[in-house]
């Protein structure tokens, strides 16, 4: 277990974010991370749909249960948080 700091941002959000993770943190548990001081505060929240994550610039969503780890994510690597 190691920390590793991305720069997130969130669909619909014009703030990027660093974001604290751990090396054995799930894309659900970064997705929710990022999401939880800009969802009900800059961008509103869409009940029933669930928080993605994805590599900035890119269309291919992270599985889930990829680890930041396994994802061969870099220090301040940008990600993306985006509803599906």
Request: hydrophobic share 45%; no cysteine; proline share 6%.
């Given at each position: 277990?190691?920390?590793?700091?991305?720069?997130?941002?969130?669909?619909?959000?014009?703030?990027?974010?660093?974001?604290?993770?751990?090396t054995e943190h799930t894309m659900d548990q970064v997705a929710e991370a990022g999401a939880r001081d800009v969802i009900g505060q800059r961008v509103a929240a869409r009940p029933g749909r669930v928080l993605r994550v994805r590599?900035?610039?890119?269309?291919?969503?992270l599985a889930r249960n990829l680890t930041v780890h396994d994802a061969g994510f870099r220090e301040m690597e940008?990600?993306?948080?985006?509803?599906?």
């Open positions: 277990m190691a920390r590793i700091t991305l720069s997130s941002t969130m669909e619909d959000d014009f703030v990027t974010l660093l974001l604290p993770t751990d590599r900035l610039g890119t269309k291919q969503l940008p990600i993306e948080i985006v509803f599906e």
